[in-house]
Structure formats: C-alpha cells, structure tokens
C-alpha cells in the first residue's frame, strides 16, 4: 500500500537512550567503575541495573513529577544500598550523570542525515533538558523537536508524556 504524500510522514520520532544512545553500554561501564574502585567484586552491574530500573519505574510513576537526574541519583543510591555497596557521593554523582557522556551508537548519525533530507526529526525522551542537551549534542544530528519527561512533566510511557 502506497501512501499518498497527503499522509506521507513528516516527522519521524525516536527514543534517545537505548535507541539512539548506548545507555546500557555506558551506565554498565559506570557501573562497573564505580563497583572496582570501591573493591567490589560480590555484586555485579547487572545487579545494581536491575535493582535501579526496578526502582526507576516506581519513581517514574510518583505524583508530583520528579526530574529525571534526581530519580537517576536515588535510583541508584538505592540500588548499590541494596546490594551492601555505599558509594563516595562523587562516584554516586559519575554514575548519575553519565546520560549526559553517553555517545550514539556508530550507526546513528549517518543514518539520521539521511532521514534529515526527506523528514524533520523528533526525540521524546524521558530525560531533563539538561541531561539531554550534552546527549543530543553528541549525537552531531540537529532534531527540530526534543520533547523531555521535564517538559512533558510525565513520563513514557503515560499518556500525558504524549499529550
């Protein structure tokens, strides 16, 4: 089926972390950073991952909304506490900052430009502004649009992130 250029897509919308971004490969990086200067070998970061996004999805479904870089500190104090780790504040700090060092995945700028002949571009991310600006800039893609959780004052995958 064809469409005809009346309902041919303007805008094509993205994820950011995980899709555009390599967050898994950075916060496990982070993660396992934080576990050898601190001596720990008896918990991995794949533990602490798991125990924060459990947490995460919690926190971003709390009222009134929480920015994202606040949910990303306690998540993953909460976390490395979890599993017997207490972390110096500017390791807890690394780790809750690091959306805003993660690079694209080595595919995603050139096929970004691509899209960008024919397509304006969108991110929706549940991010803040400030952790997504540093992100977007890394990616070297300019988006017309970059919707975050802070602006939306929800987060994915709520209805009101949309609306």
Sequence with gaps: MRLNSAHAPKVITFDCYG?????YEGLMDELNRALKVNYRTDVSAAQILGSFSTEARRATAEKPHRL???????????AFRTHGVELHNDDL??????????????????ALRRF???YELAVFTNSDDELIAPTIERIGVAFDYVVTAEQAQAYKPSQAFFE
């Design 68 to 78: 994202h870089k606040d949910i990303l500190r306690s998540g993953f104090c909460m």
């Design 116 to 118: 960008r002949e024919n």
């Design 19 to 23: 899709t555009l971004v390599q967050w």
């Design 93 to 110: 700090e690394r780790v809750a900052n690091s959306p805003m060092t993660m690079g694209p995945h080595p595919d995603v700028p050139d």
